[in-house]
Nanobody, 117 residues
Framework: QVQLVESGGGLVQPGGSLRLSCAAS????????IRWHRQAPGKQRELVAS???????RYADSLKGRFTISRDNVKTTVYLQMNSLKPEDTDVYYC???????????WGQGTQVTVSS
């Protein structure tokens, strides 16, 4: 069982930045791909970014250049740096851990990001 705790969300003005954190409680953090998703009420969940256990990354095409995902295997934490935020980035952001062998899935509780003036 892996517990994921997201933090760092909040209210930010358009053009601003936020850094989200996803802290994982596992000794085997390097066995997981970590993904950030986002979802607003009534909307489909959207994959934002992924970081594999080897550190390679993937992004939603629409977010490339504005969002950066990174991981610290010592702190067992994944970060999502979000720059040049737009009102349409307003969502609840969730992190997800996906075991590289078993594909067991774990989810955090989400953190709200609101981009508004």
């Amino acid at each position: 069982q892996v517990q994921l705790v997201e933090s760092g969300g909040g209210l930010v003005q358009p053009g601003g930045s936020l850094r989200l954190s996803c802290a994982a409680s596992t000794f085997f953090f390097n066995m997981y791909t970590i993904r950030w998703h986002r979802q607003a009420p009534g909307k489909q969940r959207e994959l934002v970014a992924s970081i594999m256990n080897d550190g390679s990354t993937r992004y939603a095409d629409s977010l490339k250049g504005r969002f950066t995902i990174s991981r610290d295997n010592v702190k067992t934490t994944v970060y999502l740096q979000m720059n040049s935020l737009k009102p349409e980035d307003t969502d609840v952001y969730y992190c997800n851990a996906d075991h590289i062998s078993s594909h067991s899935q774990f989810w955090g509780q989400g953190t709200q990001v609101t981009v508004s003036s």
